[in-house]
């Protein structure tokens, strides 16, 4: 039952917090942005395929329990639910430590929308749930894939959160070790060069 102004919609909605939220790939009908309490925003998810490989694995955004995360909601039309959520299922699942499940989202005009999305599951293998910090940036630093390195991802990620107006601390002070251990290696690197000869 809806609470005193507050409108339950349809369960026609996606919740996208990761690439989706600039690359759906799915035909939509309204787009706001949206809250998702209870889970938070975190690259606990292995990738070997489209950002790593099986021998030099990389990390992909997840949902893991606790918080809360800023997202994008998508309304979908009931004539396309069932082919985005198929599209949406061979995109998500294949590979991946992921569970589809719905879950309310608030909308930023109060409405609660019941969305499809993802989360982690984090019985599975490819669920990293735990690295530090440190671990999480050299992974993301050295790995790349068939959809590109890892690094980029990340970064198209923070600009993308900037530009909705989603700011997330975890996730820029990531991005600042990455940045600080590529400099490192860069600098590193230069210092292993010796000199010409005169």
Not at 76 to 86: E, F, K, M, R
Not at 102 to 114: I, S
Not at 170 to 184: F, G, K, M
Request: proline letters at 6%.
């Amino acid at each position: 039952m809806a609470m005193a102004g507050q409108a339950v919609s349809p369960p026609e909605w996606v919740f996208g917090y990761g690439s989706l939220m600039w690359n759906p790939g799915f035909p939509y009908t309204e787009r706001h942005p949206a809250t998702l309490e209870g889970f938070h925003r975190a690259f606990c998810i292995y990738s070997q395929h489209h950002r790593g490989t099986p021998e030099q694995r990389g990390l992909v955004l997840g949902l893991d329990r606790g918080g809360q995360c800023r997202g994008v909601a998508f309304r979908v039309a009931a004539s396309d639910w069932q082919g985005v959520v198929d599209y949406l299922d061979e995109r998500e699942l294949i590979g991946y430590a992921y569970q589809p499940i719905q879950l309310p989202v608030r909308l930023d005009d109060g409405t609660v929308a019941q969305a499809h999305t993802y989360v982690a599951d984090t019985s599975h293998p490819q669920f990293a749930g735990g690295l530090n910090n440190a671990d999480s940036a050299s992974l993301i630093n050295h790995a790349e894939g068939k959809a590109g390195s890892n690094r980029d991802y990340a970064i198209k990620l923070i600009e993308e959160l900037e530009s909705h107006g989603f700011p997330d601390k975890h996730l820029h002070e990531l991005l600042e070790r990455v940045a600080r251990s590529e400099a490192n290696e860069v600098s590193a690197e230069a210092k292993s060069v010796s000199p010409l000869g005169t």
